[in-house]
């Protein structure tokens, strides 16, 4: 029976250098092989001139780069991007770029769905399939980098990337972890540990295993300022409920200067949107520090909510200037492809019952 080959996408630098050692190799040959996959995007080991021909060949017998495929590449009129990337028999998932004056932001999925079920996301309704590999979640900013280049007239193309597409990365923790420290390797794609970011609903253990392993940014999908509202729009809150996922995201920047938390705030019509709303919301995260991202509800086949009125966001947004917070409304990009935030759906075969899932992922 033949031995099944490595994908090197799946190893972090240390692991790549573990690996050519048990070849009997340096492990500065990590180094080597590194530079032509992140850097000069070259996956055929014989093209690698600076490895020894036995070399190669060695690698060609025990090891592969095997990425994703990409079965749908779209381009939004405000030029975002997504692609539709497929990962196994009747399983894709969504990568979405959205440039901006500033920055351009890669968004990468973390899961084949999601098994958190929030109520306003087209990805919770597609139910869950299971956690993507690191070759996966890396995949994803390879191929997108090779589709866009690396620099236009002068400046880098992506320059941030978010876990913020579909699945939640915490509950993949070794694997997104994995996959954000290649992001920000000078060997890998180079992204400042600033620039990378982690979006979670609040798995409030994994949020302080996180602080030990991790620099990443951190955002947090809050969506409602007390227990009563997010019990019902975020199912997790029943088990982590906000004061002990406030704790935990204090105890993340703690001791972290000019670092802090992104709060994730989707405004739903006549249900999260009050002033009084935006009032709690205030009070809820004073003394830490913070910046609310508002973010107009982007609709899916489905949905029973409505998006806030322009207005409405504008109180909103006003409230929470009043009383110190840094607080932006979120531009809606990509929308008329599908790949607005909220909108992400891919392809998935959900397995099992979601609640069922979640509780032994969250073990």
Same mark, same amino acid.
């Given at each position: 029976?033949?031995?099944?080959?490595? @994908?090197?996408? =799946?190893?972090? !630098?240390?692991?790549?250098?573990?690996?050519?050692?048990?070849? %009997?190799?340096?492990?500065?040959?990590?180094?080597?092989?590194?530079?032509?996959?992140?850097?000069?995007?070259?996956?055929?080991?014989?093209?690698?001139?600076?490895?020894?021909? $036995?070399?190669?060949?060695?690698?060609?017998?025990?090891?592969?780069?095997?990425? &994703?495929? $990409?079965?749908? #590449?779209?381009?939004?009129?405000?030029?975002?991007?997504?692609?539709?990337?497929?990962? *196994?028999?009747?399983?894709?998932?969504?990568? $979405?770029?959205?440039?901006?004056?500033?920055?351009?932001?890669?968004?990468? /999925?973390?899961?084949?769905?999601?098994?958190? +079920?929030?109520?306003?996301?087209?990805?919770?309704?597609?139910?869950?399939?299971?956690?993507?590999?690191?070759?996966?979640?890396?995949?994803?900013?390879?191929?997108?980098?090779?589709?866009?280049? *690396?620099?236009? @007239?002068?400046?880098?193309?992506?320059?941030?990337?978010?876990?913020? %597409?579909?699945?939640?990365?915490?509950?993949?923790? =070794?694997?997104?972890?994995?996959?954000?420290?290649?992001?920000? *390797?000078?060997? %890998?794609?180079?992204?400042?540990?600033?620039?990378?970011?982690?979006?979670?609903?609040?798995?409030?253990?994994?949020?302080?295993?996180?602080?030990?392993?991790?620099?990443?940014?951190?955002?947090? /999908?809050?969506?409602?300022?007390?227990?009563?509202?997010?019990?019902?729009?975020?199912?997790?809150? !029943?088990?982590? &409920?906000?004061?002990?996922?406030?704790?935990?995201?204090?105890?993340?920047?703690?001791?972290?200067?000019?670092?802090?938390?992104?709060?994730?705030?989707?405004?739903? +019509?006549?249900?999260?949107?009050?002033?009084?709303?935006?009032?709690?919301?205030?009070?809820?995260?004073? @003394?830490?520090?913070?910046?609310?991202?508002?973010? &107009?509800?982007?609709?899916?086949?489905?949905?029973?909510?409505?998006?806030?009125?322009?207005?409405?966001?504008?109180?909103?947004?006003?409230?929470?200037?009043? !009383?110190?917070?840094?607080?932006?409304?979120?531009?809606?990009?990509? =929308? #008329?492809?599908?790949?607005?935030?909220?909108?992400?759906? %891919?392809?998935?075969?959900?397995?099992?019952?979601?609640?069922?899932?979640?509780?032994?992922?969250?073990?």
């Amino acid at each position: 029976m033949a031995t099944a080959k490595t @994908n090197l996408l =799946d190893l972090s !630098r240390r692991d790549l250098e573990a690996f050519f050692v048990a070849l %009997g190799e340096k492990p500065f040959r990590a180094t080597q092989l590194m530079k032509w996959l992140y850097h000069e995007r070259i996956t055929d080991f014989a093209a690698m001139t600076n490895l020894s021909k $036995v070399l190669r060949e060695r690698l060609t017998e025990r090891a592969e780069i095997r990425l &994703p495929e $990409v079965v749908l #590449d779209r381009a939004s009129q405000d030029g975002s991007h997504k692609w539709l990337i497929r990962l *196994d028999s009747g399983n894709c998932i969504e990568t $979405v770029f959205i440039p901006e004056p500033d920055r351009g932001t890669l968004c990468v /999925s973390s899961q084949i769905g999601c098994p958190l +079920d929030c109520s306003f996301c087209a990805t919770a309704q597609q139910g869950f399939n299971r956690n993507l590999t690191v070759a996966e979640i890396v995949g994803q900013v390879w191929l997108a980098s090779r589709s866009l280049g *690396d620099v236009r @007239n002068g400046n880098r193309i992506i320059t941030n990337i978010v876990l913020m %597409g579909m699945g939640e990365p915490l509950l993949n923790f =070794d694997n997104a972890v994995k996959a954000t420290d290649l992001m920000q *390797d000078d060997l %890998g794609f180079g992204i400042s540990k600033r620039r990378v970011t982690l979006s979670t609903a609040g798995v409030v253990p994994a949020l302080y295993r996180l602080r030990e392993v991790s620099e990443v940014s951190l955002a947090v /999908s809050l969506h409602a300022p007390d227990d009563a509202l997010r019990d019902e729009l975020v199912p997790l809150n !029943r088990k982590y &409920p906000i004061a002990e996922l406030l704790a935990a995201c204090k105890h993340y920047i703690a001791d972290k200067p000019h670092r802090r938390i992104t709060w994730e705030y989707v405004l739903l +019509d006549g249900v999260n949107d009050s002033e009084q709303h935006a009032r709690a919301l205030a009070a809820l995260l004073e @003394n830490i520090p913070s910046k609310v991202n508002l973010i &107009p509800f982007n609709p899916f086949p489905g949905t029973r909510y409505r998006r806030s009125e322009p207005a409405t966001i504008a109180r909103f947004q006003a409230v929470l200037t009043a !009383r110190g917070l840094t607080a932006i409304t979120r531009k809606t990009r990509g =929308d #008329d492809i599908a790949a607005a935030c909220g909108q992400l759906a %891919g392809q998935v075969q959900a397995r099992g019952r979601r609640l069922e899932r979640l509780a032994q992922l969250a073990s």
